[in-house]
Structures are given as C-alpha cells and as structure tokens.
C-alpha cells in the first residue's frame, strides 16, 4: 500500500516527517486504495516485480536496508502488489519526489473522494477484512513478522458473510498453504453431530420386533407362500432365539413345504423349551408319521394330555400294523411279496415328498432277495445303489449288494463288498457272517471240483452234500450244488438218485438249462427215453438258439425208437460190448435150453428159439450188428415181399445180396420155418433211415 502513498504528490516536509496528518492520510489511503484493488483487472501473478522497500514512517533508518530476510509471506504480498500496473514507482526514501512523480488523475485518487464516499468505503473494506479473517485458515508453524513491522492487507476475494465467529483469532498472514494443508487444517475434522432420534417415534424392542415379524410369517402362511413365511419366522427367531412359539411356527411352515426333517428340528426344540404343551407334541407326532417313524409318533402321542384323538392318530396306528408285518414276514421267511406289499401300504401313509425310510427300503431290498430270480436280484442291487449313493460308506446297503452279487453267483465281487462293510464298521455281525458263509462255500465247491476232475466220484459227492448245507437259503448257489452232485451220481450208476437231484436244481431255478440237459441225459441212461425226448424238446423252448439241443432231440428220438424192437443182447443175456465168442457161447446155450423138440408141451418154446436164432444171426455178423447198434435194422421180408414166400416180388431198392443173405441165414434154423407164411423173422416191422454212427454211453 505505501506505492499508492507514493504515488501522489507530495510536499517534502511531509515526506520525511511523522506528522499527524500524514498518519491520518495514510489510513485513509489504505483503505481506498484496497477498494480501487477490487476495481482494476489482475495480472498474472507470474510476472515479475520490484521489491518494495519500506516507508519513512518505519521505525527504520531510512537511508538503511532492513538485514531481516522477508519472510515467504512478505515476498508474496510484495510480488503481488508490485503486479498492479498503476503500483510501479520507485521506491527510493530521500530521492526527489518532484522528479519522478507520475501523473496521477485528481478526479480518481482516494483521497480527492468526497468525505461520504471514503467513509462508505472504509466501512465497506472492514468489513470484507473481517471475512476473510474468518475464512481463513490457520497455520501455527509460520512465524509472525516483527511487530515493527505492519503486515501487509491481505487481497479480498469476494464479500462473503462470515460463518465462524469475529472473535477468532487471526491467522498468521503471509504465508500460502497447499491443497492437502488446506482440507487438513490445525486438525482432523470435528464429527457430524449425533442423529437425534424423534421422540415421538420410540425404537421398538427385540420382543416387539419379533412379534412383527411373526404376524407378518402367519400372514404369508395363510397365503400359502411358505418360502416367505420361514424367512419371517427365521428373523423372529435370531431376535428372540428361546420362543418356542415361533420355533413351532416355522415348523409348520417346514412341514407344510415338504422340509420334515428341517421341521423336526424346530419342532423338537419347541417342546424341548416347552415340554407339555398339547399343540407343540402334536405337531411332533404328526411329523414323526410323516417321516416314516412310527413307533415315535405313538410315544410322543402318549406324552399329549388330555390325550389325542383316535383320529390323529389314526395314520400312525396303520402305518406302524403294516411296518411290524412286513418285518414279521422278513423275520419268518415267507414270501417276499407279502413283505413288499405291506410296505407299499405303509408308504400310502408319508407325507407328500417325503422321501421312503432307510430302513424301509433295506426290508424292500431283502424281500427281493428273498424271491430269487434274476429279475429280483437286479432290483435289489437298484435298492442297495440307492442308499450308497446317499452315503457310500453305509454297511447294511454294502452287505445287500454283495448278497445280491452272491445270489447273481459273483461271489468274487460279494467278497469285496462285504470287506468294505466291515471296514467301515469292523463290529458289524451281518458282514462278518456273511462273508464267512460265501468264503466257505467257495472253498467247498473248490475241493468237489477238484475231486470229480480228478475221477473221485464218491469224495467229490460229499464235498457237494456239505456244501448244500452251509447256506440253505441261496437258491441260486445250490440249484448249482445240485446239478454237480447229480453229475457225480451219474458216474456212480445212480441214475434215479441223479434225476431227483436236478429236479431239486430246477425248482430252485427254473431258468437253470444245465440241470434240465443233465436231467434229460439222466433219464437216457436209465433208458426212459420218451421222458428224455420230452425233456430235451421243453429245454429247445426255454432256449431255441442253442444248436446242440436239436441234435440232442434227433439222438433221444431214435433211441427211443430202438428202445421199441427186440434186444438182442437181452435175448441172449450178454453186454453190449461181448465178444463173438461169448455171444456164440450164450447162443449155444439158449438154443439148447429152448429147442422146440426139447419142449413139446411148450408153446412160447417155439417162440424164444426163434428170437434167439434172430440175435445170434444178427451180432454174430459184425456188418450186421454194427448197423443194429447204430439203428439200421435189417428190413423184415415180410414187408420186402407182399404176402407169403417169394410170390409178391422183390421190393424196389433192395440189394439183392442182402436179400439173400438174409434168406440163407434163415434156412439154418430149419427148412420148416422159412420164409412161407410170412413167418420171416418175427413178422414185426423194422425201422429204417436212421444215421449210423451212433454210440450212447
């Protein structure tokens, strides 16, 4: 402000002195010349300037530079107060004023103003001073000027009404803080005041809010909208955690949105903190029946007082009948449909979604064991993958797979389950009991194999007889004990006993087609061959792609038809496997014993030397008796020639040198039986066509 001062002109004498009325126009100058400040455009603050140097009204010598280094506050109020364009004079005290004093307009000048006018003013600049003393920020770590020393007016932005008070102590001038400096002030900022709440509206306590929510959870309940009414049951329970009211609430949500167990747990910590209230044990018993748990629904129905009524308890009651009769059909071993069907009328009786208990369905799973069949056996393992899919570590479903595989006869596979079971629950009984049973089986079976391979018929039959006594209730396991003891019955010549065998095999199997071929070759050795061909062709049925049964069927066919002619060796009483001197040994014999001559008085006599005439012509010839063993029986002349003799002609296609043989070999018993009369050789009927080649046993 002083290069304002300077700038007019004035008379020496007041130049250099401290005159009052110099005082007097300096305040007011200042404050005028502030005003024109306001006025005048800024220039850029870049610009370079003079420095200012003080006035003779300092306490300083005034032909003396200041040694005090200006302060950065100083040096920034010189600079911008030597940017102004009207500012710029020497400042030199003690040179001649008249010389270098520029032309300055007495209309403008602050002090040529009106007396009204500079007062309005200086008022006008006070107050504009007292804002900015109040906006401004502080900074303690800048040190004041010298007291000597005025501090410069600080430039006025805008007029703004002050905020903080007049009273507020004045900020350090001079010095110019930096953004960071400016947000952080002295300090952090003070906290917002806290939220007053209205007292005409009170915060609600934890047991009303709960209330709330609860009547908002029934709201939605009655809706129907259940996802919704546990969410309001569940935020009236985690304020109000020990009411068993809105724990009984929710269960009824869960229950009626198919959650039972999620609803058991709610409904059992009710009466947990309720223990006789009648609504909370009902509630209970009910889901208790809709989980499939019986036994518990009725004891908890007996804890209501006053007591239920017979018809809440109505469902309990027949679903606990069903379940208890399909374990008492399980337990006796009748049949396992009655097993089955009790526990399809105890599920009738779960509650919608509800899943089938664990324990219902391993009872389902044995029941299928108990039937026996392929088809039940493949949906017992359907019930056994089911649970171990919930729980791969569950033994009771291991031990019903591997029953399964032991009973599909893969007792490798049965062995493994088993072994699992136990590892996870090494003091399971079932798993112990049942792998030793199929261990023992399998170590039984292995010795009879090894016995009947190695041609010891009678040790290989009772190593099956133990066998068939390990587990009587495998139908599977010993239909095959079975067969194998009937196969060592057949070496033994004990062919009835054999049949018996695989009717035992067959019964508990009927699919079984190995006992039903060793049947049929049973009932051939023991020469029942129509039974035999009737059994071949019902195995053809069961199984019409195998390619032996048809050729199995022709071999019994026409057995049976050499079953129907004479028997030479019978005739003669001699094996099928005699030589020819004990054929021509027996014949002798016979033929004594039965010569008509020698029975006069015996009709058949006649007859019995003729068959035995006939056997000895036919296995004395090994051509003949090779065909008669093979089925191609000589052709009987009665049939060859029409009528008596040789008169009705020869047969077409006959080999005359057959014919006659055969009529030589006749004429040795005696010209009086020939071939006259169509006596021949019997007169019975030979069958013809047969295959050669055939050797049974």
């Not at 102590?169 to 806290?194: I, L």
């Not at 798993?431 to 009947?452: A, F, S």
């Not at 009717?503 to 023991?526: E, V, W």
């Not at 035999?532 to 019409?544: C, G, N, T």
Request: with cysteine; proline share 7%.
């Amino acid at each position: 402000m002083k290069g304002l001062f300077n700038s007019k002109k004035i008379p020496k004498k007041h130049a250099a002195g401290d005159s009052a009325e110099s005082q007097h126009s300096h305040n007011h100058s200042h404050s005028a010349n502030l005003h024109h400040e306001k006025l005048q455009p800024q220039i850029s603050r870049s610009e370079p300037s003079s420095p200012v140097k003080p006035t003779s009204g300092s306490s300083r010598s005034p032909t003396k530079k200041s040694t005090r280094p200006a302060s950065p506050a100083q040096r920034e109020q010189t600079k911008s107060r030597s940017s102004r364009s009207y500012a710029r004079h020497s400042t030199e005290q003690g040179s001649s004023s008249s010389s270098r004093r520029s032309k300055i307009d007495t209309n403008t000048h602050p002090l040529n103003l009106p007396p009204e006018e500079l007062k309005r003013l200086s008022a006008q600049y006070s107050m504009g001073s007292r804002s900015s003393l109040d906006k401004m920020d502080l900074d303690k770590d800048t040190p004041a000027p010298p007291p000597s020393s005025p501090p410069p007016a600080q430039q006025q932005a805008s007029f703004t009404v002050p905020v903080n008070s007049v009273n507020s102590p004045p900020p350090t001038n001079g010095v110019k803080k930096g953004p960071s400096e400016e947000e952080e002030g002295d300090g952090p900022a003070p906290p917002p005041p806290a939220h007053r709440s209205n007292p005409s509206s009170p915060v609600p306590t934890d047991a009303e809010a709960a209330e709330a929510h609860k009547a908002d959870g029934n709201k939605f309940f009655k809706q129907r909208d259940f996802s919704r009414a546990i969410a309001e049951y569940t935020s009236a329970i985690q304020l109000m955690p020990d009411e068993p009211t809105y724990l009984s609430n929710r269960a009824a949500a869960y229950m009626s949105d198919g959650q039972y167990e999620s609803a058991l747990e709610d409904c059992s910590r009710a009466v947990d903190l309720d223990p006789h209230n009648a609504k909370f044990l009902l509630r209970l018993a009910r889901i208790y029946t809709s989980l499939g748990r019986p036994d518990e629904a009725m004891t908890t129905f007996g804890r209501i007082d006053p007591p239920a009524s017979a018809k809440d308890m109505a469902a309990a009651k027949e679903m606990q009948l069903h379940v208890r009769a399909a374990q008492d059909a399980l337990d006796r071993g009748t049949s396992g449909s009655m097993v089955l069907h009790a526990l399809e009328q105890a599920e009738k009786l779960l509650g919608p979604g509800a899943g089938k208990p664990r324990k219902w369905q391993l009872m389902r799973g044995n029941a299928y064991l108990k039937m026996g069949g392929a088809n039940s056996f493949g949906e017992a393992q359907n019930v056994a993958m089911a649970l171990l899919r919930q729980n791969s570590q569950d033994p009771e479903a291991l031990v019903l797979r591997g029953r399964a595989l032991y009973a599909q006869g893969e007792n490798d596979k049965a062995i493994q389950h088993f072994r699992k079971a136990l590892s996870c629950d090494p003091d399971f009984k079932e798993g112990v009991k049942w792998l030793r049973i199929v261990q023992k089986l399998d170590r039984m079976k292995e010795e009879g194999n090894t016995d009947y391979k190695a041609g010891r018929w009678q040790a290989a039959f009772d190593k099956y007889s133990a066998a068939l006594e390990v587990d009587p209730s495998n139908r599977g396991i010993n239909s095959k004990l079975f067969q194998n003891r009937a196969l060592c019955r057949l070496k033994l010549k004990q062919f009835a006993e054999a049949i018996n065998d695989c009717d035992k095999a067959i019964s508990l199997d009927p699919s079984y087609t190995k006992a039903r071929k060793t049947k049929a070759n049973a009932l051939g050795q023991a020469e029942r061959w129509e039974e035999a061909v009737r059994e071949w062709k019902s195995i053809h049925e069961l199984d019409p792609e195998d390619r032996t049964i048809p050729k199995e069927i022709r071999r019994a066919e026409l057995e049976l038809k050499k079953s129907q002619r004479k028997d030479y060796y019978k005739i003669l009483g001699v094996s099928k496997d005699a030589d020819d001197v004990a054929i021509k040994k027996a014949y002798r014999k016979l033929a004594i014993v039965h010569h008509p001559d020698k029975n006069p008085n015996d009709e058949e006599a006649a007859e019995r030397f003729k068959d035995i005439g006939e056997a000895y012509e036919t296995l004395s010839d090994p051509q003949k008796r090779a065909r008669y063993d093979s089925g191609e029986d000589l052709i009987d002349p009665s049939e060859m020639f029409g009528g008596g003799g040789m008169g009705g002609g020869m047969a077409g296609g006959i080999d005359p040198e057959i014919l006659f043989s055969m009529m030589n070999g006749g004429a040795s018993f005696g010209g009086s039986q020939g071939f006259g009369g169509g006596g021949g050789y019997g007169g019975r009927a030979r069958p013809q066509g047969f295959p050669s080649g055939f050797h049974f046993g």
